[in-house]
């Protein structure tokens, strides 16, 4: 059973139950990617949101044909993990120590930029079963830090790797070199 939590990037960052999976439903595209992470309208799952978004994310989720979940909060929990992470400005300044890096923004974005030697695999071919080419320890990325959340939390769940998130994505790394030349 799916545990989905619906917090914001931040909140998942800092604290969240082991093995769930990121979906947040502000910041980002919500109706987009819950279906790709479950098609099945049917399936059963437990929703984990902010208490004052409860109410919304429910109405939204049975809007969208979702029906067979349960809601909880994290409220006071001391089983929380933290998901690794490093500020765009630490992965740039270490840049010569990174071994492997994913970039999970779909084939079109990657086409206009990308990182050098960084391996593409799109959010939507996680969410489909498919696992980085390498076996080892990633810094992941996306854009703006919303889809390498949800790609990291995904791919935790199989313990085959290790995953870093790059916070704020391509883009805060594109402001912090950006900002370092001029």
């Known amino acids: 059973m799916f545990l989905i939590d619906t917090r914001n990037v931040e ?3 800092q604290g969240h139950l082991q093995y769930s999976v990121f979906v947040g ?3 980002g595209s919500f109706e ?11 399936a059963e799952f437990k929703l984990i949101s902010n208490p004052i ?3 919304e994310v429910t109405q939204k989720l049975e809007d969208m044909g979702y029906h067979n979940f349960h809601s909880m909060t994290l409220e006071n929990s001391s089983k929380l993990v933290e998901l690794p992470s490093i500020s765009a400005a630490d992965f740039v300044d270490n840049l010569d120590k990174v071994e492997q890096i994913l970039d999970v923004r779909e084939e079109p974005e990657v086409m206009n930029f990308h990182l050098k ?3 593409n ?29 949800i790609a990291i939390s995904y791919l935790n769940r199989s313990k085959h790797n290790q995953f870093t998130n790059v916070i ?7 402001a912090y070199v950006d900002q370092k030349r001029a």
């Open 117 to 119: 030697d960084s391996e």
């Open 53 to 55: 978004d409860t109410d």
């Open 32 to 42: 987009h990617w819950l279906p790709k992470l479950l098609p099945n309208k049917k």
């Open 121 to 149: 695999l799109p959010l939507s071919e996680i969410l489909n079963g498919k696992e980085p080419r390498n076996k080892g320890h990633y810094y992941t990325h996306c854009a703006g830090g919303y889809r390498s959340v």
């Open 11 to 13: 909140e998942f960052i």
């Open 25 to 27: 439903f502000k910041g």
């Open 168 to 174: 704020g994505g391509l883009s805060a790394i594109k």
